[in-house]
């Protein structure tokens, strides 16, 4: 409850979804299940949660929010604290560690990027999950200058996994045994692709195993012409404004 209370902030001031009451009790509510997942995560297990929000009362203090969508792949938020300015920044590990050169310790202190952020991802990957890091630092101006994104601290490494829904499995055998092929379309990484795949019953233990080797899945993963993540903002902005679905879909390996 200690640690969690040490990234209330990071959590809710840099998110989507808001802290309501229902039925006498927070939640989070907002269009983000995994905003809503992680804010709920805090408010369960934080003894401090009042004094959190109160802190953040954010409109007079948030000086910049950035919501996370698919160009930028991340959120952001810079907030005004004690004289200084401290950016809040969150999302998926593969774009955050680039920007950061240290991380809290269990005892609080910033300590260089070592092999144990390195071994946390792999350890939160094999959970079939989205790895998510949260990242902060201190600055003497709310302004996004040349070399903002450097020398971000690691607060947090979090994993969100989503749960397959009841019977997904069964369906899928029925589908298979009555000749219907089918094929699943995601953008999250190849490993937790091919674990839902095995989960689900579209691959077989087997298969799941050559299609992690491979790098690339099997007949029952999409083979596209490359990942959409990987492309330059300016390009994933051209798709998005300038294609229709289809055409957009096709292009991204279908």
């Not at 802290?19 to 297990?45: F, L, W």
């Amino acid at each position: 409850k200690e640690k969690v209370d040490k990234i209330a902030v990071d959590v809710i001031a840099n998110s989507s979804s808001k802290v309501i009451t229902a039925n006498e009790r927070p939640v989070a509510k907002g269009q983000s299940a995994i905003d809503n997942a992680m804010i709920n995560y805090v408010i369960s297990h934080s003894d401090k949660l009042n004094d959190t929000l109160k802190n953040i009362e954010m409109d007079a203090r948030i000086k910049m929010k950035i919501p996370f969508n698919n160009v930028y792949n991340y959120s952001l938020a810079i907030l005004e604290e004690d004289k200084e300015y401290t950016a809040y920044i969150k999302g998926a590990s593969e774009y955050i560690l680039k920007m950061c050169t240290k991380y809290y310790n269990n005892e609080g202190d910033e300590v260089p990027i070592d092999k144990t952020i390195d071994d946390v991802i792999k350890e939160y990957t094999a959970m079939n999950g989205s790895v998510i890091i949260l990242a902060k630092k201190t600055m003497e101006s709310p302004e996004i200058k040349e070399d903002f994104y450097t020398n971000f601290v690691i607060s947090a490494i979090l994993a969100v996994c989503d749960e397959v829904q009841d019977n997904v499995d069964k369906a899928i055998v029925k589908c298979k045994d009555a000749g219907i092929e089918i094929k699943m379309v995601t953008s999250d990484s190849i490993q937790n692709s091919v674990k839902t795949c095995e989960e689900i019953k579209l691959l077989s233990e087997e298969e799941a195993k050559s299609a992690v080797n491979a790098v690339m899945a099997t007949k029952a993963v999409s083979q596209g012409k490359f990942s959409f993540r990987n492309l330059m903002n300016a390009k994933m902005t051209q798709l998005h404004k300038g294609m229709n679905a289809s055409d957009f879909f096709e292009h991204c390996g279908g």
